[in-house]
């Protein structure tokens, strides 16, 4: 052989063994990356065990809960929470909802330990056969794993961790125990966290009262909640509640003439609705920022505190619907504005299915108001044809007759020229005079939504206790609480405080004044001359007079007797804390007040001479019932004509009084201040009850019993006040616009705001005894001449019986050369 074939010899052999230790090289780099594949994957799977978080803190489940705010009788008036949830002994849920629930999610429950291999293979298949995911194998053990244990990311990794878990967990803990845990934690809808709060929210009962139908029922939920609710989708609920029953069947949990019976079964569809929060916001809103400052949110929200407050639920209840009523009474007031806006034929189906969207209920609420779409019109009939969601009924002419004339038209497009026309696609606001049947038959009544705001603030003037708060029409419209945000001139609702501080100047009810005009340099070019707001002038009259009939005149000419910063100062000493202009359009309301801070100044003429803090709550404990926080409350003390000091408590019980009582831990700063005298403050209620009786204030004359007040109405009419007291209530309500425009018509304080709280105040104390104001004992009574302020003799024309505090009341009679108290000021 020679060197040249040798050579080709070993090319043949080199391709040969290059092969092989290139293979013998992807081999070892495959083993060595398995290798490296499978130490990475248990490593990760130890640093998985590691960061797990304990199944141990499941024995103590302490999920979040809502805090309940309750009312001065103990009654649930709010709640707060992220999650509405009560949680609820597995003892106290009847076997056969465990059943239904096990039946319908995990019927392999009581056999596997945390995963259900089988129901894994099943899924697996039934999802291939349908090529998506139409069956999910998670068991129950798994879904308290995913939720109290883990984030709610959809990787690979939590379902390695929930599978971990879901072992775990059924070593540590039984199936009760589990079952106890799930039942609570789970979301089934309508805002309803846990089977006891689905119980109420869907069928108005607890959960052991349940029947079988309405179990099957909530066990269906799970899988989709809102698809399934019974309120909005009532069919698909139906038709998932038989799917649960024939589960319950194969399981052998019920026969299958029980599932049938409970198929058949009628269901009320309707919630346990426990608190009106509409009618409560404002009050509850207050309590929350107080409660979020001191506590923080997370112990607000999900701690289960237990809050104790001054509300009364009748007040507030009263105070919500005067104020809605009153306001809408006033809108109507100023006509119809026209639709809403004007649908093609097109939107309509779009614009209803939002609608109902937002319904809460299978059937409209009377009284409610939803925004409706004409869809039919009879001209002839004067009566319209109205779909509200799904729903449709019938607005008859008498019930739009305050609109006034209104063409209807049988044509769709937005009307030229006709504002009031309501053509086919309109949109109005009605309010449900007849409830639908089956979603037909609904009887409407065309409403309208204010344009303008009220406030009312309502307070126990023997301690200070808030009673009932709206700070608006609408909270979810508005959340700026007018009754303590707002500052708005009083008009003459500021005027007793001027002629409080005039009283205790030594001025009386029966100083004669002279209502004539009058100027006063105001330091520009015009001089200023204030007005009487009827432009009526009447001569001598007296401060009484005067106050019952709000002369502006007089006003301002007892503010410069007694001196604008005397006036500051004495408002100030009543609670007034907002700036106050220093200068005489004070008299007349010219500086800015929050209608808490008029109402407070009024509880002291009410509690007789007292300046009192107004508070909200009372208690707070927590999920334990450990006390948190807790005030005695505040009383005044009372004098009787028979001159013994009684302690009147805030349930209204007189007790001794006892200078050594100390408020509780907490409380010193709302102790009553006693600020000005009991016949000062025992002057003012009578002179305000004139106002009541024969004055601007006579529609609170309808309450029925003794009652003092005043009205208040601005340049314009640009706010409408009247605030008023009996000697258990003191209120204030104020009405107008945020933007400051006039209220026209019928806005002044005794036709828009006096209305409202005289329907609040009769609602509001119903059942409360009729109570007359006490008449210190440093208070005599004299029978004078209005027209000169003298003594008048029994039996003289024209004369009346006037108080004074003793020693202020005048010693002469008409033509007598001595003067009395009742001489004449300019």
């Not at 052999?13 to 090289?25: K, N, S, Y």
């Not at 998985?48 to 103590?60: E, F, G, I, N, W």
């Not at 008048?792 to 005048?810: N, Q």
Request: glycine share 8%; with cysteine; aromatic share 8%.
């Amino acid at each position: 052989m020679n060197v040249y074939q040798g050579r080709q010899n070993l090319n043949r052999r080199a391709p040969r063994e290059t092969g092989r230790g290139l293979g013998r090289v992807v081999a070892v780099t495959a083993a060595l990356a398995a290798t490296a594949a499978v130490m990475a994957l248990v490593g990760y799977f130890f640093y998985l065990l590691a960061t797990l978080p304990k199944v141990d803190r499941l024995a103590d489940y302490r999920p979040p809960i809502v805090s309940q705010v309750f009312g001065d009788d103990g009654s649930l008036v709010g709640e707060f929470y992220i999650e509405r949830r009560t949680v609820v002994p597995v003892e106290k849920i009847p076997r056969q909802l465990i059943q239904a629930f096990v039946a319908a999610e995990d019927s392999n429950f009581y056999q596997h330990k945390g995963i259900d291999y089988l129901g894994i293979v099943r899924a697996a298949f039934k999802n291939l056969i349908s090529l998506r995911k139409k069956e999910g194998a998670s068991t129950i053990t798994q879904q308290v794993a995913k939720s109290m244990l883990l984030t709610p990311e959809k990787k690979f990794s939590r379902k390695l961790k929930e599978a971990i878990l879901a072992k775990r967990m059924e070593d540590r803990l039984s199936k009760d125990e589990i079952l106890y845990i799930y039942l609570n934690q789970i979301y089934l809808g309508a805002g309803a966290y846990g089977v006891q709060l689905a119980a109420e929210s869907y069928f108005a009962k607890d959960v052991d009262k349940l029947n079988l139908a309405e179990m099957a029922m909530l066990a269906g939920l799970p899988k989709a909640p809102n698809s399934y609710s019974p309120i909005k989708h009532f069919a698909k609920a139906k038709e998932r509640q038989a799917y649960v029953l024939e589960r319950m069947v194969k399981e052998g949990y019920i026969t299958q003439a029980e599932a049938d019976r409970a198929k058949n079964t009628p269901l009320v569809i309707r919630s346990l609705k426990k608190v009106n929060s509409d009618q409560s916001a404002y009050f509850l809103e207050q309590v929350r920022i107080m409660l979020e400052e001191k506590y923080g949110e997370d112990r607000l929200y999900k701690q289960g505190l237990k809050i104790y407050t001054t509300m009364n639920a009748e007040m507030q209840k009263a105070a919500y619907e005067g104020v809605v009523n009153g306001l809408k009474a006033l809108d109507k007031r100023q006509g119809f504005r026209g639709a809403l806006k004007y649908l093609r034929e097109n939107e309509v189906d779009d614009f209803c299915k939002r609608t109902e969207d937002g319904i809460d209920g299978p059937v409209l609420k009377t009284g409610a108001t939803y925004q409706g779409v004409v869809i039919g019109a009879d001209p002839a009939k004067g009566e319209l044809r109205v779909r509200v969601g799904d729903r449709s009924g019938v607005l008859p002419k008498k019930n739009m007759a305050w609109a006034g004339k209104v063409a209807l038209l049988q044509s769709y497009g937005r009307p030229e020229g006709k504002e009031k026309a309501l053509p086919l696609g309109a949109v109005i606001e009605v309010s449900v005079v007849t409830p639908d049947a089956n979603k037909a038959g609904a009887v409407f009544a065309l409403d309208q939504e204010p344009d303008a705001q009220a406030a009312l603030f309502a307070m126990d003037p023997r301690s200070g206790a808030v009673r009932a708060m709206i700070g608006g029409y609408d909270f979810k419209r508005s959340q700026f609480n007018r009754a303590m945000q707002a500052r708005r001139n009083p008009g003459s609702a500021f005027k007793p405080i001027i002629y409080a501080a005039a009283v205790d100047k030594g001025l009386t009810p029966a100083t004669v004044f002279d209502d004539s005009p009058v100027e006063y340099d105001s330091g520009k070019d015009k001089a200023w001359k204030p007005k009487n707001y009827d432009n009526i002038y009447r001569g001598a009259v007296t401060m009484r007079e005067a106050l019952t009939n709000s002369i502006n005149v007089v006003s301002v000419k007892i503010l410069e007797q007694i001196g604008v910063g005397y006036a500051i100062d004495y408002a100030k000493k009543l609670g007034i804390s907002s700036p106050l202009d220093s200068n005489l359009t004070l008299a007349l309301g010219s500086s800015s007040l929050t209608p808490m801070e008029l109402t407070s100044a009024y509880a002291v003429f009410a509690s007789g001479g007292y300046r009192l803090t107004p508070y909200f709550i009372t208690r707070v404990t927590d999920r334990d019932g450990k006390v948190l926080e807790e005030i005695t409350p505040p009383a005044v003390p009372v004098f009787t004509s028979a001159t013994s000091a009684v302690r009147l408590t805030a349930d209204g019980n007189n007790r001794p009084a006892d200078a050594n009582t100390k408020p509780s831990e907490g409380s010193s700063s709302l102790a009553p201040v006693p600020v000005i005298s009991p016949d000062t403050a025992y002057i003012m209620t009578n002179l305000m009850e004139s106002v009541v009786t024969s004055g601007t204030g006579q529609r609170a004359k309808a309450l029925g019993r003794p009652v003092a007040g005043k009205t208040g109405t601005t340049n314009d009419m640009k706010d409408a006040w009247f605030v008023g007291y009996v000697p258990q209530l003191v209120a204030g309500v104020w009405v107008g616009y945020d933007q400051e425009r006039s209220l026209g018509a019928g806005g002044s304080g005794g036709q828009a705001a006096a209305p409202i709280w005289t329907d609040f105040m009769q609602r509001g104390l119903a059942g409360v005894p009729v109570q007359n104001f006490t008449t210190p004992d440093n208070i005599t009574f004299a029978r004078i001449n209005p027209r000169t302020g003298k003594l008048a003799k029994d039996g003289s024309e024209g004369s009346d019986v006037e108080c004074f505090v003793s020693g202020t009341e005048p010693t002469s009679y008409d033509g007598d050369a001595a003067k009395g108290g009742g001489d004449t000021r300019e």
